[in-house]
């Protein structure tokens, strides 16, 4: 039997068809893509995105995600057309290189006064650039590789340099990695000039092959790839939760750290978004999330022990010169790579 509609009847279905098409519409209209540079661990990216747009559904993350020195090398070859508009876990040495470039807009998020202010921009007010969680440097000591290599563990940087560890260590290119810089500047800054390229030069001795990636020596010596990789703590702690055979170990003269933070660019057209994604980034919410995977981060009260954590790692936290390393940057990054960029691996 043919079934037919009242006109009145008709009518309704087709205007509330129509209603949820303009409302549907609508949604979509009111999404505001938003581009963010950032160098976070791809394998946490999805974790943000999603716990950010849950609570501003109106606002779409597009990462665009590298290691820390290959995006800071974007932003500066961009700096007169700035694409992105916010950059977003990046290390604070970058932060304030750019900040001195002119590329920021001070904003003070909500609730950036509870941070600890050691972790926020003091040179300008409102700040051009916040802290979110600190990495921290840390050596990758793969147990069964060392064993069948008879390696001791090293207990300290200068370990490194003994010739029984010679083509067994692997380090990131600072040129290429923020954890790569944050080691060579961390070196400096306890030792001086002098001792600290003598002490690289000695490493270099032992270096079977430096990568463009800070997690990838940690990820090579849990694979057994190499007994060795200079990393940092998260990577160390997250492979060895997987049932690597590696300790994690934080070198007895101290270990250098970068601050993960964020600023907002000057020019963008999405300030609205960029503004919500920033004080959502110093909420309570997003530190505890911070805190999941990385021991420091910039609201005091937070931070519980992340396990496989070398206990006494927070202690010995270097003093880290943000503004010293950031100065500095181009005149050590040019003197390493001519001492020592000949075994890096190449880029993909």
Known sequence: MKTTFPPVRLLSVIAAALLMTVLSVGTAVAKTELLVYTAVEADELAKFKREFEKDYPDVDVKWVRDSTGIVTAKLLAEKDNPKADIVWGLAATSLVLLANEGY???YAPKGVDKLDQKYVDSAHKPPL?????????????NTVEAKKKNLPKPTSWQDLTKPVYKGHVVMPNPNSSGTGFLDVSSWIQMWGEDKAWKFMDGLH????????????PCKQAAAGEIPIGVSFAYRGAKSKAKGAPIDVIAPKEGVGWDLESFGIVKNTSKLDAARKLADWSVSKEAQKIYNEEYAVVAMPGIAKPVKYFPKDIIAKMIKNDFAWAAANRE???????????AKSEPKK
Do not use: D, P
């Open 129 to 141: 650039w916040v802290g979110q969680r600190a990495w921290i440097a840390a050596v990758c000591y």
């Open 331 to 341: 005149r050590i990054l040019k003197e390493w790579q001519t001492r020592y960029g």
């Open 104 to 106: 920021f807009q001070g």
């Open 205 to 216: 001795e032992n270096i079977a092959w430096y990568t463009h990636s800070g997690s990838k």
